[in-house]
């Protein structure tokens, strides 16, 4: 009979269900039955703090907390990082993008700017978040958002590169110069300086992109061929920057 009882006993303690973390039960003074719950913390390699530039001016308000989530080096040697921006306006966190970036330099540095030009415009939905060394002659990140009503979309990402005043980049154009417009464009713009003179260069444009909004989302339509220049022309130095 003792035997039988043994190997009841067994079976039954065989058959519970061991209990995960999340379910196993506390009890605290005065509170029967109450769930412990574990908020485990997000850990990041590293995390450094951009201010999205107020008119020229350092913003405590407004700032980006960029996240480095994983780093590694590709086949070709090359350094290839992941982030997480987290978007921080008037001091509260309203949304955050994920963006991975490839050929990594060593101390590279960020930079945000409100707005669709090169200087900043407090009052605009855009944002512009730069990424690279901060020299002539090496590549650059370019990623412009849109921010508004705790909704945040990439709009556009490109590469830059200037160098003395050659070089390449894109151009953004606002036809109706309005802070908040419904549709705008942009192409990359190229300055290649002339081999016989160092006092001229040569222009080209090339991916005419314009976009529109629909509903609260931007949609982006190609004008022309990709990777192809539809202008070219050869301009002096000077002329060039005084008319950019």
Not at 158 to 176: A, I, L
Request: charged share 25%; net charge neutral; hydrophobic share 30%.
């Amino acid at each position: 009979m003792k035997i039988q009882a043994i190997i009841f006993l067994s079976l039954l303690i065989s058959c519970q269900k061991p209990k995960t973390v999340s379910q196993i039960q506390t009890e605290k003074p005065n509170a029967k039955n109450t769930t412990e719950t574990i908020v485990s913390k997000e850990t990041f390699l590293k995390t450094d703090t951009i201010s999205i530039s107020d008119d020229g001016e350092t913003s405590k308000d407004n700032y980006i907390l960029v996240n480095l989530l994983d780093q590694k080096v590709d086949k070709d040697s090359m350094v290839v990082a992941k982030f997480r921006l987290d978007f921080y306006l008037n001091k509260i966190k309203t949304s955050d993008s994920k963006i991975t970036i490839t050929g990594i330099e060593k101390g590279s540095e960020w930079g945000a700017i409100f707005g669709l030009g090169t200087e900043s415009i407090k009052s605009s939905p855009f944002i512009q978040v730069t990424f690279g060394y901060p020299a002539c002659g090496y590549m650059q990140s370019n990623y412009l958002y849109y921010a508004k009503n705790n909704d945040l979309q990439l709009v556009h990402e490109w590469n830059s590169m200037s160098d003395s005043g050659w070089g390449n980049w894109v151009k953004f154009e606002n036809p109706t110069s309005k802070t908040n417009p419904e549709s705008f464009y942009c192409k990359t713009v190229a300055f290649d300086p002339d081999d016989n003179d160092e006092n001229m260069g040569t222009v080209t444009y090339s991916d005419s992109i314009v976009f529109r909004l629909s509903g609260n989302r931007w949609k982006s339509q190609l004008l022309t061929a990709k990777d192809k220049n539809y202008f070219e022309k050869k301009i002096s130095f000077n002329d060039f920057h005084k008319q950019e």
